[in-house]
C-alpha cells in the first residue's frame, strides 16, 4: 500500500472475534475490505486471523488520522479480555 494512500480516508480501529473466541484489534481505512482479507475471501489479512477463521467484527471506531487509529489500538491491546468484552458490549447496548 502507497504510504500516502488513505490519509484523506477516515480511519477506523477495530475488534474482530475469531472462531476460537478470542480478539483482534487493527486499523483501516476501509472495514469491509479489510474483513473480506482477514476471512480470506481477498488477499491479505493478518497471520493471526488466518488460523482463527471465520472471524467477525464485533466494534469499531472513527479516528481522525491514521496516527489516532494506531494509538487507540495500541490501548486497545492493552485492555484485558473482560475490559474489552465491556466496550463491545456498552457498544451493543449503546447500538
Given amino acids: ?8 480516508s477516515l480511519w477506523q480501529v477495530y475488534l ?11 486499523v ?9 482479507q482477514h476471512n480470506g475471501q481477498l ?3 493478518a497471520r493471526y486471523t ?8 464485533v ?3 472513527a479516528c481522525n488520522s491514521r496516527s489516532d487509529a494506531q494509538q487507540r489500538e495500541h490501548a486497545l ?3 484485558s479480555r473482560e475490559q474489552k468484552l465491556a466496550l463491545i458490549s456498552g457498544a451493543k447496548e449503546r447500538g
Avoid: F, H
Wanted: hydrophobic share 40%.
Fill in 1 to 8: 500500500m502507497n504510504k500516502d494512500a488513505g490519509q484523506d
Fill in 16 to 26: 474482530l472475534q475469531c472462531a476460537d473466541q478470542s480478539l483482534y484489534a487493527g
Fill in 28 to 36: 483501516t481505512t476501509d472495514l469491509a475490505r479489510r474483513l473480506l
Fill in 43 to 45: 488477499a491479505g489479512g
Fill in 50 to 57: 488466518k488460523a482463527r477463521r471465520p472471524v467477525a467484527l
Fill in 59 to 61: 466494534w469499531s471506531e
Fill in 77 to 79: 491491546r492493552r485492555l
